[in-house]
């Protein structure tokens, strides 16, 4: 079996950016910033790369149905999702079902911190169903969901003896 940098845990992770993500650079700059989404995921990629991650995929989609579908294939195919899921944050309750469904963690990401915005972006119907929610970072909010990520994992294939 394939093993990661540190000999002992793969580690395996998927970033998955929902409807509108693939206009970051020129959406929204005030809020969103003016970095592109392809030199966020190439930063993340490389952060991964010193983090020993042995695997990182990336998916964009304005589709619901296609979040769906990769989060449902990400069983025993990734250790980790982060997700920005843009604003089927707010209401998509077939989004949340999938997530709740699945067995791989998932850290909900937002550029934004959505609890100083407009009243309906404070409600986030994953919130429930996932592991914990950055919010506010920009780019960082990605990085940091990356490190604690990889943190996690370390310390489950330690607590399980690197196994
Ligand atoms: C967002 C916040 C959402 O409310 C919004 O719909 C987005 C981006 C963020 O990253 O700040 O599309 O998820």
């Not at 589709?63 to 250790?79: H, P, S, V, W």
């Not at 994992?153 to 607590?159: G, M, P, T, V, Y």
């Amino acid at each position: 079996m394939e093993s990661g940098i540190d000999g002992v845990n793969p580690k395996r992770i998927l970033v998955l950016n929902g409807p509108n993500l693939n206009l970051l650079g020129s959406r929204e700059p005030t809020i969103y910033g003016r970095l592109t989404l392809n030199e966020i995921n190439e930063t993340l990629r490389e952060r991964a790369k010193e983090l020993g991650v042995d695997e990182i995929d990336f998916l964009q989609s304005n589709f619901e149905g296609a979040l769906i579908e990769a989060i449902q294939k990400a069983r025993g195919r990734y250790d980790f999702i982060l997700l920005n899921a843009g604003a089927l944050t707010h209401y998509s309750i077939a989004l949340r079902d999938a997530i709740a469904a699945m067995p791989v963690p998932v850290i909900e990401i937002h550029l934004s911190n959505i609890h100083k915005r407009e009243e309906f972006r404070e409600k986030s119907v994953i919130a429930p169903v996932v592991m914990g929610q950055i919010s506010g970072f920009g780019i960082d909010s990605y990085i940091a969901a990356l490190e604690i990520a990889v943190r996690k994992l370390q310390r489950e294939a330690q607590s399980n003896g690197g196994i």
